[in-house]
């Protein structure tokens, strides 16, 4: 059986990074990876491939700094080229991003039957790019692979028990990769307090709208004054932030390069709590036992608000202030839920392909 998989954004080398795993110790499966390159700097993709062991991409699109129509337009190009050459059994992808919709499209008008990973997330915030690129991979994938009962229910909304697809709920590879890594966490090089909050922001519907994005630097700019704050920078936050003028001289946050997977695994273990509008960085609060709070107004991980690990403050200063005031005094949660899998995602995925 010959897989290719289209990866090009740091979540996704992550889950990448499970599947090689298990793909490397299965006798009969041959992996074929594309990266698109939408992510191409050292620390937003090499230190992925170098400390997680990926295998080498065999094909490299470079195709990066474009616009949303641009970049995904010349990835379908491209990786439909790959597709012809290579005629693999499947077209695995991951995620929402614009590398996930193109590999699906080249996959599916070719023909070659396509795996979503992380299949059945919503939003219902169609504004959001992630949201589209979700529902429009879900519609042209044959076997869907879901992280939750949530993501299986959303999809039986949407009618998919009359499709010509399979939907199966298999737990999820970040969880795996938690369980995987945990034990191989390294310090970041930097300067680390203790008892600190772990924070990351780069969503676009954060650092694209202005007001959203000063309100959310004024509310950490105030959480950093009661209590520590890292902040690994995305380079589109950077850029955003440099434009409005930030006084990152003045600021009381702890900015940091971003990290390996590794470093962050370190973070996790080691901060108090965790203030994000990543996806990935919710469910890895959870696993590592820390409360979050979520800066955006609704989550595809409903399941974590169900049960009180995360909350949504959005992008508003009082409320982000007020719940990190909470995390610092240390609601006592218990953690012992298994929410996403026993930690074999990748082992179900790469059976079931089979
Ligand atoms: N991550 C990382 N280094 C960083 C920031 C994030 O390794 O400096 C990891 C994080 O732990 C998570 C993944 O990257 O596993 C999430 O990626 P991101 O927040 O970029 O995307 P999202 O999950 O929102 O799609």
Known sequence: MKVVTVIGARPQFIKAAVISRVITNTPGVEEVIIHTGQHFDTNMSDVFFEEMSIPKPQYNLNINGLGHG?????????????????????????GDTNSTIAGA???????????????????????????????LTDRISDILFCPTATAVNNL?????????????????????AAI????????????????????????????????RLRNIFIALEEVAEITPVVLPLHPRTKSKLMFLGYDFQNSSIRFIN??????????????????TDSGGLQKEAYFFSKPCITMRDETEWVELVENGFNTLAGADIRRIVELAKKAIDGDSLDFSLRLYGKGNAGEIIIENLR
């Open 70 to 94: 641009a970049m995904t337009g010349q990835m379908l190009e491209k990786i439909e080229e790959v597709l012809l050459k290579e005629r693999p059994d499947w077209v695995l992808v991951y």
């Open 105 to 135: 499209l080249a996959a599916k008008k070719l023909h070659v039957k396509v795996a979503h990973v992380e299949a059945g997330l919503r939003s219902f915030n169609i504004a959001m790019p992630e949201e589209v690129n979700r529902i």
């Open 156 to 176: 039986k909304n949407e009618g998919y028990n009359s499709f010509d697809c399979r939907v199966m709920e298999v737990g999820d590879v970040m969880q795996d």
């Open 180 to 211: 995987f890594y945990v034990n191989k966490a390294i310090k970041p090089n930097s300067d680390i307090p203790t008892d600190f909050a772990l924070c990351t922001v780069h969503r676009a519907e954060n650092t694209d709208d202005e007001i």
């Open 258 to 275: 971003p990290v390996g997977y590794l470093e962050m695994v370190w973070l996790l273990i080691n901060c108090k709590f965790v203030l």
